[in-house]
């Protein structure tokens, strides 16, 4: 959380100008001032032996028309076919962003994940994770002031060492891509 803070500070102070000088780049973005948003994304894939299931709701409030702050939950399984083996990981993620030119945003989450594994019926590990991510995206709004988003991050706390000596680390890349929607 700590990484958080110092990382929201600096992301206001980059871009912290008032709503209304921001309105002249940001013509085709509907007014959102002090509106909530609520959605999300889904995530789901069957790599070979392999299958991932994750669900993301996220909340957040406009505090004025490009910046968003919010907090989002997470839940993520995986599963191996044939081995009996699954990987739960539980968590939130506060996150912010800032909209600087027509639907092109940036992105700043700080997640904290509780990772479970269960295999032959038994639970083992139960660790904390926590992962920085910085990146952006894209959103495209609709007429009410719905919009979907496609955005790429990069986790800024991911370690290949992590990867190789933890089992149950949660991300096996540096790089997600998420797509998501909000009303």
Request: with cysteine; net charge negative; hydrophobic share 40%.
């Amino acid at each position: 959380m700590k990484y958080f803070g110092i990382i929201a500070a600096l992301f206001l102070m980059l871009f912290g100008f008032s709503g209304k000088a921001s309105a002249q780049f940001l013509t085709d973005v509907p007014d959102m001032k002090g509106k909530f948003t609520y959605g999300g994304d889904f995530d789901f894939g069957i790599y070979g032996n392999y299958m991932n299931l994750a669900v993301a709701p996220q909340v957040g409030y406009r505090i004025f028309s490009p910046w968003e702050v919010g907090l989002r939950g997470v839940y993520n399984l995986k599963c191996f076919f044939g081995y009996s083996e699954y990987y739960h990981y539980f968590g939130v993620a506060p996150y912010t962003n800032f909209e600087v030119y027509k639907g092109l945003f940036v992105h700043v989450e700080d997640e904290i994940l509780y990772g479970l594994a269960r295999y032959n019926h038994e639970f083992f590990g139960g660790e904390w994770y926590n992962s920085v991510f910085l990146g952006g995206g894209y959103r495209s709004y609709s007429k009410e002031g719905q919009y979907y988003y496609v955005m790429v991050l990069y986790n800024l706390s991911w370690d290949y060492t992590k990867v190789l000596n933890d089992w149950l680390y949660p991300y096996g890349a540096s790089w997600v891509i998420r797509v998501g929607f909000c009303f």
